[in-house]
């Protein structure tokens, strides 16, 4: 929503704090999932470089099993750049 807003450092500030937030709660597949929404908003934002490592960063949080469309999603996230 951020993007097509226009408003990218705010989202940016957003998803970083519900980031933080799912970090302290120790909920990983929320971390991967803000991860992945914050790798569209860097893009969005032409911050290349960063998307492509918090993509990475996406794909350590997801589990080997039970999670492969967050797999799928952050890869494809990582070939839109």
């Not at 909920?27 to 960063?50: G, I, K, M, P």
């Amino acid at each position: 929503m951020y993007s097509f807003m226009g408003i990218h450092g705010e989202g940016i500030r957003h998803v970083e704090e519900a980031l933080e937030i799912s970090g302290r709660l120790g909920d990983t597949e929320e971390q991967a999932q803000c991860l992945l929404d914050l790798v569209l908003l860097l893009r969005s934002d032409d911050q290349l470089d960063a998307a492509e490592e918090t993509a990475f960063r996406a794909i350590d949080f997801i589990p080997e099993k039970g999670k492969e469309f967050l797999v799928s999603r952050s890869r494809r996230v990582r070939k839109l750049e």
